[in-house]
Nanobody, 125 residues
Framework: QVQLVESGGGLVQAGDSLRLSCTAS????????MAWFRQAPGKERELLAS???????YYADSVKGRFTISRDNAKNTVYLQMNSLKPEDTAVYYC???????????????????WGQGTQVTVSS
């Protein structure tokens, strides 16, 4: 079965950086677009970044210029490098996998068939 496992979350101060990792198993990783979402308390899950099978990328305006999504197909892993963190970045961060076309960067949660359990990121002021 498909399994996505996030790691790298933690407690940091505003202005700090974190790198999240998501390692996939049970799928042919290069056949899937990947993405990072987050969900803060009382808010809906929102897309942060999406990466296609061939590493085309899409970023939400809220993180563009601060966050970078990348993938390493040899390691079956997608990363989210987060710089200049702000208290409003505090949320549970989820990775997701979508079986889709080569160049597609999906943005809707409905497009993603597999999800990780999430990792908590807390940014103090």
């Amino acid at each position: 079965q498909v399994q996505l496992v996030e790691s790298g979350g933690g407690l940091v101060q505003a202005g700090d950086s974190l790198r999240l990792s998501c390692t996939a198993s049970g799928l042919t990783f290069s056949y899937y677009a990947m993405a990072w979402f987050r969900q803060a308390p009382g808010k809906e899950r929102e897309l942060l970044a999406s990466i296609s099978r061939v590493s085309y990328t899409y970023y939400a305006d809220s993180v563009k210029g601060r966050f970078t999504i990348s993938r390493d197909n040899a390691k079956n892993t997608v990363y989210l490098q987060m710089n200049s963190l702000k208290p409003e970045d505090t949320a549970v961060y989820y990775c997701a996998a979508a079986n889709t076309r080569t160049y597609t960067t999906p943005t809707s949660p409905q497009a993603f068939g597999s999800w990780g359990q999430g990792t908590q990121v807390t940014v103090s002021s």
